[in-house]
């Protein structure tokens, strides 16, 4: 007999939200553009992340898009980035008419911190690492490249909301942070959204401006787009976020319990990330594993059949994609991790006996 276990189950949070929001109130007060929800939101988030400048915005993609222009980089600039990502990240760098320099990854699915000097040539301008899963890398190491180079940093941290090195928010290291707030991340709206965090007040402005048309007070100097987060998804994130603690420390202890039910699996037939040690550091927003000796198929297959939801991020490097093709490399790790790289279900409210029949599924097709 098989029973359903979802790779992710909004409900339990949405019903949080809809039996304790008010939509009567804030539908009364017919301000559905920026105004104070946005407002308040953005002050939530500084004082959160602790950083002096917030931006909300559309999408975790328009994020990026708008980070980029900012930098005013000439045309054919490089920036070194993970090839293992949503294809936002090395969308917004070539929409910006900058070369995506892929590195190869690490076995944490991380860009490979210990490669990324390799890849600096004198067209470089940034790093966009990507903390994938909700795993943070070595935030750290990178800000000392990006020192060293005179480069800018940029984390893509849209899978890592809460994440944090040493108990301080990963953007302390970062010049400008990219947020996804998609229904599905560790802090998700009812539609899309976006945010920005950053430390200069002149990149604060000119992103502030572009993403509302280029207007800047009564006149327009830039041309920008439509960019803003509109005012009930700041609604709803406003409310999120007042019991984001309770949702990171059930993932938290979940974390752990898959970590330590894996520890039983035999590592030459499936792995996790190294991630043991910085368990109070992740802010996962997906449990992500390896399958090996090309048993990743037949094994997805299997689950299915059981009616366990998995699926493939990602099925290939990006630079195997048509878009980026004349970006292509052959970057060995990315090969092989994205062959055997499966996630499973995981998420808030999860139920015990979803987790015993996902685990005990596991243990009996090895």
């Known amino acids: ?30 301000s559905f553009i920026m105004g104070e929800e946005v407002d308040k939101f953005e002050r939530t988030m500084r004082n959160y992340l602790n950083e002096p400048y917030f931006l909300s915005v559309s999408s975790g993609t328009d994020a990026l898009h708008l980070i980029l222009n900012s930098l005013d980089a000439k045309s054919g600039s490089e920036v070194i980035t993970t090839p293992l990502t949503f294809i936002a990240t090395s969308e917004a760098i070539v929409k910006n008419g900058l070369t995506p320099v892929f590195c190869d990854i690490d076995d944490n699915f991380l860009l490979n911190v210990e490669l990324v000097e390799s890849c600096i040539t004198d067209k470089t301008v940034a790093i966009l690492n990507v903390d994938l899963f909700g795993i943070p890398n070595n935030l750290k190491k990178l800000r000392k490249i990006s020192d060293k180079y005179n480069l800018v940093l940029i984390n893509d941290s849209a899978q890592s909301f809460g994440a944090k090195i040493d108990g301080e928010s990963t953007t302390k290291y970062a010049d400008f942070s990219a947020f996804s707030f998609f229904p599905t991340k560790n802090i998700g709206a009812f539609g899309d959204g976006g945010g920005i965090s950053l430390k200069n007040y002149e990149k604060f402005r000119k992103i502030d401006s572009l993403r509302v048309h280029g207007k800047n007070f009564s006149d327009y100097n830039l041309i920008g787009g439509n960019y803003r987060l509109d005012s009930f998804q700041a609604f709803i994130l406003n409310y999120k976020i007042s019991f984001f603690e309770e949702v990171w420390s059930f993932k938290q202890s979940l974390a752990d319990k898959y970590l330590k039910f894996f520890q039983s699996i035999d590592k030459n037939i499936i792995s996790t990330p190294n991630i043991s040690e910085k368990i109070d550091d992740l802010s996962l927003s997906l449990f992500t594993i390896r399958v090996k000796n090309g048993k990743r198929d037949n094994f997805k297959q299997y689950l299915q059949n059981l009616g366990i939801e998995t699926r493939v991020y990602y099925e290939k490097p990006l630079y195997n994609y048509q878009i980026f093709e004349k970006f292509q490399k052959n970057l060995e790790n990315s090969e092989k991790i994205c062959s055997e790289i499966l996630s499973i279900p995981f998420f808030y409210g999860i139920t015990d006996f979803q987790i015993d029949y996902l685990f005990n599924s596991i243990k009996k097709f090895f």
Do not use: C, E, G, R
């Open 1 to 30: 007999m098989s029973y359903k276990v979802p790779l992710i189950d909004l409900s339990h949070i949405n019903d949080i939200v809809i039996k304790n929001l008010d939509f009567n109130s804030f539908f009364q007060k017919n």
